[in-house]
């Protein structure tokens, strides 16, 4: 476990996908660090890597489709479902909220597996499990690459992720005074 962690954390930090700053997070809440997992998806061996680690993690998962909230899940989406050899589609935003686009349809029951890239409070995630259920799938698990969450976020199916990291979070009402100090930024979700 030690060692996956350490592989894990040499890609993140090799592809530049941790900054340090001060951030405003999809969520709304402020924090000195920013995941940025674009960065480690640039590399396509490092994807096909973290992806056959985080396979590893969800163990013997049953599913027949993937879907990932766009944008962030795409890349790690799309290569999950290419190594377990399962259809791939994902959610897009309309107006600020995932919906399914294109075509995309679940048969009834069809086992779903979502995968996102990066969660804080899992508002995509829960999103995407939502999408599935309202178009006659069944989730059967999310797994995720990187949880930011400090273990609060919770959703009613089983999930997994290759990397937790537990770097404080702020509301914009209650700053640090070094953070207050640092021009903020909001570099994309």
Do not use: W
Not at 57 to 81: K, S, Y
Request: charged content about 25%.
């Amino acid at each position: 476990m030690e060692t996956t962690k350490n592989e894990v954390q040499e890609i993140f930090e090799k592809s530049g996908a941790l900054l340090k700053g001060h951030f405003v997070l999809r969520s709304g809440l402020h924090s000195e660090y920013y995941f940025q997992c674009a960065r480690a998806c640039e590399d396509l061996t490092a994807v096909s890597r973290l992806s056959e680690l985080l396979i590893k993690r969800l163990g013997n998962i049953e599913c027949d489709t993937i879907i990932a909230p766009a944008m962030g899940g795409l890349v790690i989406g799309q290569e999950i479902a290419r190594q377990l050899r399962k259809r791939f589609i994902f959610a897009e935003k309309q107006d600020n909220k995932l919906v399914l686009r294109r075509g995309f349809k679940f048969k009834p029951n069809e086992r779903v597996l979502v995968v996102e890239d990066v969660i804080t409070k899992g508002g995509r995630a829960q999103e995407s499990i939502n999408i599935v259920k309202e178009n006659g799938g069944t989730p059967v698990a999310l797994a995720v690459l990187v949880d930011r969450s400090q273990g609060n976020a919770k959703f009613e199916i089983p999930h997994s992720s290759l990397y937790a990291m537990s770097f404080p979070t702020y509301e914009p009402s209650d700053l640090p005074e070094h953070l207050k100090a640092v021009p903020v930024s909001k570099p994309g979700s």
